[in-house]
């Protein structure tokens, strides 16, 4: 079993930053792909950006650079730096893992971000 533990998010006006990080505790070899996804209101849940603990990175479209997916403390940390946030990013971001991209068996409880426009 893995749990994933998220801090950070909250509220920020447009143009400015957040960052989130995500803890896991459990089995290394259940969280070599670890990820971000987000759910607005409304919407379907969407992936953000993706990293192995190899270091291969994915990004959606959406984040044309605006955002950065890191990985440490050997590897059990995942953290998202998002700058430049508009009102479209808010939503309620998820952390999760699994064994390889896009299959994710373990997911945290979300942490809200809110953009202000």
């Known amino acids: 079993q893995v749990q994933l533990v998220e801090s950070g998010g909250g509220l920020v006006q447009a143009g400015g930053s957040l960052r989130v990080s995500c803890v896991a505790d459990g089995s290394i070899y259940y969280f070599n792909a670890m990820a971000w996804y987000r759910r607005a209101p409304g919407k379907q849940r969407e992936l953000v950006a993706a990293i192995t603990a190899a270091g291969n990175i994915i990004y959606a479209d959406f984040v044309q650079g605006r955002f950065t997916i890191t990985r440490e403390n050997r590897q059990t940390t995942i953290r998202l730096q998002m700058n430049s946030l508009k009102p479209d990013d808010t939503a309620v971001y998820y952390c999760?893992?699994?064994?390889?991209?896009?299959?994710?068996?373990?997911w945290g409880q979300g942490t809200q971000v809110i953009v202000s426009s």
């Open positions: 999760a893992a699994g064994v390889k991209h896009p299959e994710y068996t373990f």
